[in-house]
Nanobody, 129 residues
Framework: QVQVAESGGGQVQTGGSLTLSCEVS????????MAWFRQTPGKEREFVGL????????SYADAVKGRFTINKEYLKSTLYLRMNSLKPEDTARYYC??????????????????????WGPGTQVTVSS
């Protein structure tokens, strides 16, 4: 049984920084893609960024590229999302998801929520103007 849990959400002012964590347990293997998505009321859940293993490949949505960074320490179970230069538009509930299959660089499913089978309950990020 795969369990996903996010933490680290909170309120921050425009221009500030915040780091989210995603803990995954019960993983059946060691070949996977993990991703961060976010969602606001009335909008579709949108892709933020991903981490793929093996290879430590990362990819980011244009809206956050250059401001957000995903990393995972070797042999650690926690995936991090470092958010810098936050804007009010970044306000959303942030979700961590994982797929037990590794989606390669050219696979479009990695950018869509339907590509992931396991989700955490989310953590709220609010950026004040």
């Amino acid at each position: 049984q795969v369990q996903v849990a996010e933490s680290g959400g909170g309120q921050v002012q425009t221009g500030g920084s915040l780091t989210l964590s995603c803990e995954v347990s019960g993983r059946p293997g060691n070949s996977y893609t993990m991703a961060w998505f976010r969602q606001t009321p009335g909008k579709e859940r949108e892709f933020v960024g991903l981490f793929s293993w093996p290879g430590s490949r990362t990819s980011y949505a244009d809206a956050v590229k250059g401001r957000f960074t995903i990393n995972k320490e070797y042999l650690k179970s926690t995936l991090y999302l470092r958010m810098n230069s936050l804007k009010p538009e970044d306000t959303a509930r942030y979700y961590c998801a994982t797929s037990t299959n590794r989606m390669i660089n050219s696979d479009p499913r990695q950018y869509n929520e339907n590509g992931y089978g396991y989700w955490g309950p989310g953590t709220q990020v609010t950026v004040s103007s």
